[in-house]
């Protein structure tokens, strides 16, 4: 089937949806921040800084993949 090549790639955008709507303080930004009204923009800010790593392992999951046949060897 096709979606066997693409399952990598719908694996990470399901990540990266599921992230927007995670909470990604750690317990001391949280103790920090819980009766602020910051506490939503240092969310904010954690999920972007984390987001170039994940899109960058992605990228590099998604290349590995699609090019995984060019080097494979071949065994009698």
């Known amino acids: 089937m096709q979606i066997r090549k693409y399952r990598p790639f719908i694996f990470t955008i399901l990540l ?3 992230s927007y709507l995670s909470q990604a303080q750690c317990a ?3 103790g920090t921040v ?3 009204q910051y506490a939503k923009s240092i ?3 954690i999920e ?3 987001m170039a790593p994940i899109l ?3 990228v590099i999951i998604f290349l590995w993949i699609k090019n ?3 080097f494979q060897t071949k065994e009698n």
């Open 16 to 18: 990266l949806s599921i």
């Open 43 to 45: 969310n904010n800010g």
């Open 34 to 36: 819980q009766t602020s």
């Open 56 to 58: 960058l392992v992605g």
């Open 68 to 70: 995984k046949e060019k």
């Open 48 to 50: 972007y800084l984390l």
């Open 28 to 30: 001391m930004c949280k």
